[in-house]
């Protein structure tokens, strides 16, 4: 008879998390710096951000070496961002916006093309410093000589998969941060920018655990993922919307007044995505069955899915 597997403990998955993103972040720092190719540096920001929710998700788990501070690593990340955001800037430009935009216009744009530019050019030398300076190898430094030593408190011994609730714990409830409540276009920006932001974050916290076998899990995290993107798109619209018109004398509207009418059909078609699927996950429905179907998926990993139909037809009743 085949011995039971041992489970993964949280420390040891955190540690696989963290090794990831490191070793991640040092495969990619020559490509990042030679700034030929922004796939690169978009992975970069991708290993950087996880590794610092990684860091910041298990920290009671882990016993980390003194000195290391997530709030430096969050500085390179920040420089990471404002690259990546001008080169989406860049793209939608380029991709959706201009081919589709008549010839006269898009000569009128050519100095706004050539801002952009200059001002990519400009973060990315500023993150350039900040991948070169003492304090980020520094704090890469210690994170892999912990590695290669891994310390962990007393919940790092615990098995992971009867801690999955709680890891997966936001500090502030996502479903009542008020930018869900913002009902017209255009106001509250910053509202919808901490959201997205927001959303983006628990995001984060999901894809840290495991969810194979979890479909209300991967069906939650699949609409935190498209409402991000959906706020990424209207914040995108708006940041190049505003960039063009203060390059352009007259404005954005009577120097280029096709591209300014297809930059409004896009941010009205995402507005309208987005407030669909706001409903759709502000229901009462939907909030009321999606803790029973995890309770019920985590019992049914635990040997007692004879509870699961029951659960789900409680929740039905209550929806």
Not at 22 to 45: K, Y
Not at 122 to 146: F, I, K, N, P, V
């Amino acid at each position: 008879m085949a011995a039971a597997a041992m489970p993964i403990l949280n420390g040891d998955h955190a540690h696989g998390l963290i090794a990831q993103h490191c070793r991640g972040l040092v495969e990619l720092q020559a490509a990042v710096l030679e700034n030929r190719d922004p796939e690169p540096l978009r992975q970069m920001d991708d290993h950087l951000r996880q590794l610092l929710h990684s860091l910041l998700q298990f920290e009671p788990a882990l016993d980390l070496p003194e000195g290391v501070n997530a709030k430096r690593l969050a500085k390179t990340q920040r420089r990471l961002a404002m690259v990546r955001d001008l080169d989406r800037l860049r793209e939608r430009l380029d991709v959706a916006f201009l081919p589709q935009a008549p010839e006269r216009e898009v000569r009128r744009l050519k100095p706004v093309l050539r801002q952009l530019k200059r001002e990519r050019q400009l973060a990315h030398d500023h993150l350039g410093e900040a991948l070169r300076s003492g304090g980020h190898l520094e704090q890469l430094a210690r994170l892999q000589g912990w590695l290669r030593d891994p310390r962990y408190t007393a919940l790092g011994e615990e098995p992971l998969q009867a801690w999955l609730l709680e890891w997966e714990a936001d500090p502030a409830p996502l479903l009542l941060h008020r930018g869900w409540w913002v009902a017209e276009r255009r106001e509250e920006l910053a509202g919808l920018r901490d959201l997205g932001v927001c959303l983006e974050d628990h995001g984060d916290r999901l894809d840290n655990l495991p969810l194979a076998g979890a479909s209300a899990r991967q069906r939650w995290r699949q609409q935190l993922r498209r409402g991000r993107d959906l706020l990424a798109e209207l914040n995108d619209l708006e940041v190049l919307r505003k960039a063009i018109d203060e390059q352009l004398r007259d404005g954005i509207e009577r120097t280029v007044p096709q591209l300014d009418w297809l930059m409004e059909q896009h941010h009205l078609q995402c507005w309208r995505q987005w407030r669909d699927l706001a409903a759709t996950l502000l229901a009462a429905p939907q909030r009321r069955r999606r803790p029973l179907l995890w309770l019920a998926e985590g019992q049914e990993r635990s040997g007692l899915g004879q509870i699961r139909a029951g659960l789900i037809n409680l929740a039905g009743r209550l929806g």
